[in-house]
């Protein structure tokens, strides 16, 4: 049985993706995934310069799932290309691909961190737009207009050779016109989705917001259902491949978002529930249904659903 997947040139040895934000900052952690059995590895968003992020509390747990406001904390570019570095010496004998996540405050710097970047040599490049924990209320995530998505990803093709996904956000209503626009730009696959939100919880004895930051974005098993609508939505309207993310925690929210028309499956807030050995046992359950139903490769189910919803 054939688990590997061609995403956007790059070999995956199976469909498991590493989501951005999940332990991506150092080379050791990543090649720690990697050997754990993840197919890809997406490194932690970086800017420009290094950012502190926001104060803790900056994670939680709250009941359904997980809320966040990390703030984009991350060592800038500069370090994130030695960390990428060293960690391609290491994943690329194992087979398993480098994707670098990108962030910047304007849509000309993300051309400049996709320029910086591309100097280690990622095997692709993800375009965070999506982050729904900018500080500013009144500037809007660049992933909620289809006309500066599209400029935001113009500008990273224009400053790298690497093929680049970008990572679309829930937080929409027009996800399918922006996932036009984005492909119409260049983009060679879209990543979906970011975290919903933001979202809030209340301390009921201190009255007050648990997050430091206040508002975060949620996450985990309590999105999945938003997430496979969006991928599905995102894969009848573009022809290019989608790594789809959310909540996806046991083998049948993988088999899911597979049957809703992605490439790949983004792995995170599963590893908090179940533990590294999570890529390793979704592997085996994927394997198993697979068996079942007698498919010998991911292409013979891919998309299978999307006919339903006509
Ligand atoms: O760092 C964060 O607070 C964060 C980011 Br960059 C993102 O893309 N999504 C999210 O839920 N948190």
Redesign the pocket.
Known sequence: MDLSITLCGALLPNPLVLA??ILGLSHEIMVRVACAGAGAITTK?CSLKPRP?YPNPTILDWGSGLI??????NPGVEVMVEEIRAAKQRLTPLGVPVIASI?AETIYDFGTVARFISEAEPDLIEI?I????IDDRYRLMFAADPYVASQVTRRVKQNTNAPVLVKLSPNVINLARIAREVVDAGADGITAI??LGPGTVIDIETCRPVLAHKT??V?GPAIHPIAVRCVHEICRTVDVPVVAIGGVTTGQDVIEMILAGATAVGIGSAIYYRGMAVFQELDDELRVYMERHDYGDLEAFRGKALTFFD
């Not at 999506?130 to 924990?133: D, W």
């Open positions: 951005s934000g968003s992020g966040n406001a990390v703030g984009l904390a962030f965070n999506s982050c729904p924990n970011n975290s975060g974005g996450s």
